[in-house]
């Protein structure tokens, strides 16, 4: 069908922008509450992380995913009403927490995800050991490491991350825990997680009830 769907679709609820000017999305984001993953299949990243702990420790969190955004309309625009969008569901569900797969570059290996792990401990953007997420069983990375020395840079050591998951962490958004490996895609998955109450001043706009008067 040339476009990318799965199981898990049916059971989500799916946030769209839409260009009315041509009546095309130009925007995307799913959506999985835990209420619903309960009573369904599940949340798709149960598929490479053990998600015990977010079932017993956050009753009301949501998984998001499958972000996607048409070429034409990537100078943020979009992003920021997806964000918004984002941010009218939180509230009316009442939702703590957002979560999903932050997924590396296709070819990055375990000694950078090591590195992009240790940044994110040494800098406050790793969640706390209740709910800290590790893979499931197989889907380890090879040759990472929890524990490394990073190398002396000036300046921030956030400048070492990925740009779209220093955009993430820059919100406010925490690494779950390891990386696992994603077999389908053949890339390096982190488990990402967004709490609703600790967003950071640079994300407030896009949320209704932090928005100016």
Same mark, same amino acid.
């Given at each position: 069908?040339?476009?990318?769907?799965?199981?898990?679709?049916?059971?989500?609820?799916?946030?769209?922008?839409?260009?009315?000017?041509? +009546?095309?999305?130009?925007?995307?984001?799913?959506? *999985?509450?835990?209420?619903?993953?309960? +009573?369904?299949?599940?949340?798709?990243?149960? /598929?490479?992380?053990? &998600?015990?702990?977010?079932?017993?420790?956050?009753? =009301?969190?949501?998984? $998001?995913?499958?972000?996607?955004?048409?070429?034409?309309?990537?100078?943020?625009?979009? *992003?920021?009403?997806?964000?918004?969008?984002?941010?009218?569901?939180?509230?009316?569900?009442? $939702?703590?927490? &957002? %979560?999903?797969?932050? #997924? &590396? =570059?296709?070819? !990055?290996?375990?000694?950078?995800?090591?590195?992009?792990?240790?940044?994110?401990?040494? /800098?406050?953007?790793?969640? #706390? !050991?209740?709910?800290?997420?590790? @893979?499931?069983?197989?889907?380890?990375?090879?040759?990472?490491? =929890?524990?490394?020395?990073? @190398?002396?840079?000036?300046?921030? @050591?956030?400048?070492?991350?990925?740009?779209?998951?220093?955009?993430? $962490?820059? $919100?406010? /958004?925490?690494?779950?825990?390891?990386?696992?490996?994603?077999?389908?895609?053949?890339?390096?998955?982190?488990? /990402?997680? %967004?709490?609703?109450?600790?967003?950071?001043?640079?994300?407030?706009?896009?949320?209704? #009830?932090?928005?100016?008067?």
């Amino acid at each position: 069908t040339q476009r990318d769907r799965d199981e898990y679709d049916a059971h989500c609820e799916h946030l769209v922008v839409i260009d009315k000017s041509t +009546n095309c999305v130009v925007g995307t984001y799913r959506m *999985m509450r835990a209420e619903k993953a309960r +009573n369904n299949i599940g949340f798709y990243a149960e /598929t490479e992380f053990n &998600l015990s702990k977010i079932y017993a420790q956050l009753p =009301n969190a949501a998984e $998001i995913g499958r972000c996607c955004i048409d070429a034409g309309y990537r100078s943020g625009l979009v *992003m920021n009403m997806l964000w918004y969008g984002l941010g009218l569901y939180m509230e009316k569900y009442n $939702i703590s927490h &957002l %979560f999903g797969c932050t #997924s &590396l =570059n296709k070819g !990055d290996t375990g000694e950078q995800a090591s590195l992009i792990y240790q940044v994110c401990k040494e /800098t406050g953007a790793l969640v #706390s !050991d209740d709910i800290h997420i590790t @893979p499931q069983p197989g889907y380890e990375v090879k040759h990472f490491e =929890n524990t490394i020395v990073l @190398p002396t840079i000036s300046g921030n @050591p956030k400048r070492l991350l990925p740009s779209l998951l220093r955009g993430y $962490i820059a $919100i406010g /958004t925490k690494l779950g825990g390891e990386p696992a490996y994603d077999p389908e895609f053949d890339v390096i998955d982190f488990f /990402t997680i %967004f709490e609703y109450k600790a967003i950071s001043k640079a994300a407030k706009r896009f949320l209704p #009830s932090q928005r100016p008067d």
